[in-house]
């Protein structure tokens, strides 16, 4: 069984009012996304994948990651969460893990946990709110939205006798806007 570790970054960040896309914000004197690329990789899944679109983040990808370009980002995230399934299915991996490259502190932990799972749906929570990352077993990617702005959520609320929540450490935050941004720097 391999289980691919699947960071979702290829939206427009519309909310984050700045010269810069969200993704390449600092945070801690790093961009955003960084700090969830490092994770994600000290997780030691095997393997890791970024869906990018509208920013440009392959200079910040350390060697060894994946980069799925997704060219209908602007169709919404289900077709990242589909190019990144496409992939996997060809890889022949058993599992993903998908969290946003938006949400700097998801602990390796998280990722790691998750992913030793073998629950069709296992959902990380946050003292009992439901967050990201989310594992999705192949028995399940089939059932997955190909269109429109939501990824495993829809699938999650239609099928709650497939999701098991797993209790994680860390925070689910995410950087929407500037404000966001300004309370964690």
Same mark, same amino acid.
């Not at 960040?13 to 896309?21: A, D, L, Y």
């Given at each position: 069984?391999?289980?691919? *570790? !699947?960071?979702?970054?290829?939206?427009?960040?519309?909310?984050? !009012?700045?010269?810069?896309?969200? %993704?390449?914000?600092?945070?801690?004197?790093?961009?955003?996304?960084?700090?969830?690329?490092?994770?994600?990789?000290? &997780?030691? %899944?095997?393997?890791?994948?970024?869906?990018?679109?509208?920013?440009?983040?392959?200079?910040?990808?350390?060697? *060894?990651?994946? $980069?799925? &370009?997704?060219?209908? #980002?602007?169709? *919404?995230?289900?077709?990242?969460?589909?190019?990144?399934? !496409?992939?996997?299915?060809?890889?022949?991996?058993?599992?993903?893990?998908?969290?946003?490259?938006?949400?700097?502190?998801?602990?390796? $932990?998280? #990722?790691?946990?998750?992913?030793?799972?073998?629950?069709?749906?296992?959902?990380?929570?946050?003292?009992?709110?439901?967050?990201?990352?989310?594992?999705?077993?192949? $028995?399940? #990617?089939?059932?997955?939205?190909?269109?429109?702005?939501?990824?495993?959520?829809?699938?999650?609320? $239609?099928?709650?006798?497939? !999701?098991?929540?797993?209790?994680?450490? *860390?925070? &689910?935050?995410?950087?929407?806007?500037?404000?966001?941004?300004?309370? #964690?720097?």
């Amino acid at each position: 069984m391999t289980v691919a *570790g !699947v960071l979702l970054a290829a939206g427009a960040g519309t909310r984050f !009012v700045s010269s810069n896309h969200k %993704l390449l914000a600092e945070l801690g004197g790093r961009a955003v996304i960084v700090h969830a690329i490092e994770s994600l990789v000290a &997780a030691g %899944l095997d393997e890791v994948l970024v869906v990018t679109g509208a920013a440009d983040v392959s200079a910040l990808l350390p060697a *060894g990651v994946v $980069s799925i &370009a997704n060219p209908d #980002w602007e169709q *919404g995230q289900a077709t990242s969460l589909q190019a990144a399934v !496409v992939h996997c299915r060809d890889a022949g991996h058993s599992a993903i893990v998908v969290g946003l490259g938006d949400q700097p502190f998801i602990e390796p $932990s998280t #990722w790691r946990r998750l992913g030793e799972l073998d629950e069709p749906i296992a959902v990380a929570t946050y003292e009992g709110v439901r967050g990201n990352p989310v594992r999705l077993d192949a $028995s399940v #990617w089939d059932l997955l939205p190909t269109e429109g702005d939501h990824g495993a959520r829809a699938l999650l609320a $239609s099928r709650p006798d497939l !999701v098991t929540p797993v209790a994680c450490e *860390g925070r &689910a935050d995410d950087i929407d806007t500037t404000e966001d941004l300004d309370k #964690w720097n």
